[in-house]
Every structure is written in C-alpha cells, then in structure tokens.
C-alpha cells in the first residue's frame, strides 16, 4: 500500500500548455504539502494545505493552484507552462503541520517543460 | 532569508569507514533538525530527527546538534554502498510559517567498496 501516491510520474510538455498532477494519501494525515526540486537538487517549499486549509503560500507565481477537494488529496495545476517550471515536484503529508516530525513524500513527477 | 548550508561533495568514503556530512543553518531561534536520504531518482526519506544539544544515535546513524554554533552533523559508521545517496539536512523554520522544513542542497556520499 503506497502512503503517498501522485500521478502522474512523468510529464512532458509543450511551454504554454496547462497540466495538473495528482496527489492522495492514505495514513489519515492532516497536513500537505507540495515540494519543488530543481536541476540542483534544491528542495523547496511551494504549498502547505492542513485540513484542506491552505496554511503555507511560498513565493510562487500564481500560475501554480493547489487545490484540496478533502484532507487526503492535494492536487497542483499549472497554467501557461515556462522552461524554468521543469523539476521533480514533491507531494508530502505529516501527521501535524505544526510540530512536523516526519515527512512523507510521494515519489514525485519529473516534469519537462519543452 | 533563512539559510541551511551543506558541502554539496561528493564525499567519498571506503566501505567501512565513518562518513561525516555537516550541515550549517542561519536562523539561531531554530529548534527542530531532521537529516533526509534521497537516493538517485527517489524520493526524500527521513533517517535522523534532533531536537536537543548532543548527539542522538539509531543504529550506525549518529545525529550531533550545537545550537551555540548552528551547527548539525550526521556520522554514519561503518559505511556500505547502500549508504551512497544524497543527505539532505532540514530546519524547520521556527520563526516563519509554521510547518515549513528548509533544506539543504544536500551532500553527496559515495561509499566505495
């Protein structure tokens, strides 16, 4: 049983184009997360969602909506897809949003903007 | 800006040697640590959490926190190639959003049979 799953793994596009990827997970957590990764492995945060209440909002252009239909799935649209949008994006969740003792990420979705 | 700096490496160490990865972070109020494993193409795994001055080990996994010089380290006895990933060190931003982790750009260990 995957914990934290998001589809999908890989995505490659066209710039311009708009896409959305998918995260769920199934250990009853509260809070969600969705992490970026770039070409030099820097992890950084973009959005955190507790209770389907969105607590953290990092500097990230607006083209970038989460969206978090229940406390179990964080989702991430993208409009007007740019170069500079391809990384690994991170979906995680935590048992709290405050104390965040452990992370659990999802295996991420290489996203290539072409 | 808050800040967490790590030596991106690669370290290279022989199978059975200590690996020693460090890690610096500029906010002085911060009070949670966490040390992640990331092996090529994976996600981010959490190996070690540290929270108080001094050393906290599980297993071959030895986590070393001084708060007075903002500085955490991550010992890994006798290393095995399983070992070779990138260690990501994490500081939870205390005094900003809460529940944010800020990472490292991560070490790279290479365990050399």
């Known amino acids: 049983d995957t914990a934290v799953s998001q589809t999908p793994k890989y995505l490659v596009t066209q710039m311009g184009n708009d896409k959305s990827i998918k995260c769920e997970q199934n250990?009853?957590?509260?809070?969600m997360y969705w992490y970026k990764q770039d070409s030099k492995k820097f992890l950084k945060i973009m959005f955190s969602y507790n209770n389907k209440e969105l607590i953290i909002n990092e500097t990230v252009p607006n083209r970038f909506s989460p969206k978090s239909p229940d406390k179990a799935h964080l989702n991430l649209h993208i409009n007007s897809l740019e170069l500079g949008d391809s990384a690994v994006y991170f979906c995680a969740s935590s048992q709290d949003g405050t104390l965040m003792r452990k992370l659990f990420f999802g295996s991420g979705t290489q996203l290539s903007v072409l | 800006q808050k800040e967490v700096e790590q030596n991106s490496g690669p370290l290279s160490v022989p199978e059975g040697a200590i690996a020693s990865l460090n890690c610096t972070y500029s906010?002085?109020?911060?009070?949670?640590f966490f040390w992640y494993r990331q092996y090529s193409g994976k996600s981010p795994e959490l190996i070690m959490s540290i929270y108080s001055n001094g050393d906290q080990e599980d297993g071959r996994f030895t986590a070393q926190l001084n708060k007075a010089s903002q500085y955490v380290s991550l010992l890994i006895r006798d290393s095995q190639p399983s070992d070779s990933a990138t260690y990501l060190c994490a500081v939870r931003d205390y005094g900003g959003s809460q529940g944010n982790l800020i990472f490292g750009k991560g070490t790279k260990l290479s365990v050399k049979p």
């Open positions: 250990l009853g957590h509260d809070t």
């Open positions: 906010d002085r109020g911060s009070q949670s």
